[in-house]
């Protein structure tokens, strides 16, 4: 992970349109030699949660005032984020075995579940952003990486991988506070 | 008077455009096509290609001059009989931030990358 910094002025909202999207595309790489055909397959599910009816009439961007904070008043707690990953992982998938429909679903309930911990903690002005991956444990090779461009003194990511005999999962929570 | 008071008011200012996804998709796309196009997947490489596909995409989408913290994700698998699975949810402002995936294979190996894109308000 390599994260390169960048300031910026801080401005304020009063008041902010919050809207949960789950864009739950899992890309499931997978090819049978069943017959000499190979399938590879995807499946999307793209839903978003719809804002409250009052929050029509604030559509139209209204200018806001500045609360006059450089910084989050409070931080991203990335230790207590990483014990919600182990725990979420450990306790969906210590006795699962690879199965690819199984693994299809657990992936997008995972992700739903780490996001609604995650928003308990209830931390203020702060977007997330989950990321699951999932795979079959075996001889093949893979590598995961990412970058961000952000302000590394506001915002931060926790990560978690899990292993057990037949599979293993990555779990990344980015945390992005809204300037 | 009155009346025309209340219109001068009125007048809505403009919404915010939201991410361009297929602008993203096309710089990403041509990323991945210039590191990875014409290799076959190796071991030792494989570090440095990610990096790379993740750097230069970064770097374009800093050129187009947007107000947007980025975070670019790459997963790179060998072409294997086993399966994998990603997935990813966003807690956000749906109208100015978003997403784009771009899936692109060749032979020997299978790539994703996403990336995300969150509204900085000046």
Redesign the interface.
């Known amino acids: 992970m390599m994260m ?1 910094d960048i300031a ?2 801080p ?1 304020a ?1 009063s008041r ?18 069943i017959h000499g055909r190979t399938k ?1 397959s ?1 499946s999307t599910v793209s839903y ?1 949660d719809e ?1 409250s009816q009052r929050d029509d009439v604030s ?6 005032e500045n609360t006059y904070q450089l910084g989050p008043p409070k931080h991203f707690p990335v230790v207590t984020v990483n014990h919600i990953l182990k725990d979420v992982l450990t306790n969906y998938l210590q006795e699962e075995e ?1 199965e ?1 429909e199984l ?2 679903q ?3 309930t ?3 579940v ?2 609604a911990q ?2 308990d903690l209830v931390i203020p002005r702060y ?10 444990l ?14 590394p003194k506001s ?1 931060a990511f926790s990560s978690y991988v899990f292993r057990n005999a037949s599979l293993f999962a990555l779990a ?1 929570v ?1 945390a ?1 506070y ?2 | 008077m009155r009346s025309l008071l209340r219109a001068w008011v009125a007048l809505p200012f403009s919404l915010p455009v939201g991410f361009n996804a297929e602008e993203a998709h096309n710089i990403v796309k041509d990323c991945v096509d210039g590191v990875l196009g014409g290799e076959d997947y190796n071991h030792n490489n494989i570090n440095q290609w990610t990096a790379s596909i993740v750097e230069q995409s970064l770097t374009h989408l800093v050129k187009l001059g947007k107000a947007y913290k980025y975070i670019v994700t790459c997963a790179v698998v060998q072409k294997s009989a086993y399966g994998f699975h990603t997935a990813s949810s966003c807690f956000w402002d749906t109208t100015a931030d978003g997403t784009c995936t771009v899936r692109w294979e060749n032979r020997t190996m299978n790539c994703v990358v996403n990336v995300f894109a969150i509204a900085i308000v000046l």
């Open positions: 390169s910026k002025n401005v909202h902010k349109k919050r809207g949960s999207v789950s864009s739950l595309s899992s890309h499931e790489f997978q090819r049978r030699e590879d995807m978003m804002p559509r139209l961007t209204v200018q806001m690879y690819p693994c299809r657990m992936t997008k995972i992700t739903e780490i996001k995650v928003k977007k997330f952003i989950v990321i699951v991956h999932i795979g079959q075996n001889t093949q090779s893979i590598l995961i990486a990412s970058r961000c461009l952000w302000d915002d990344n980015y992005v809204l300037e």
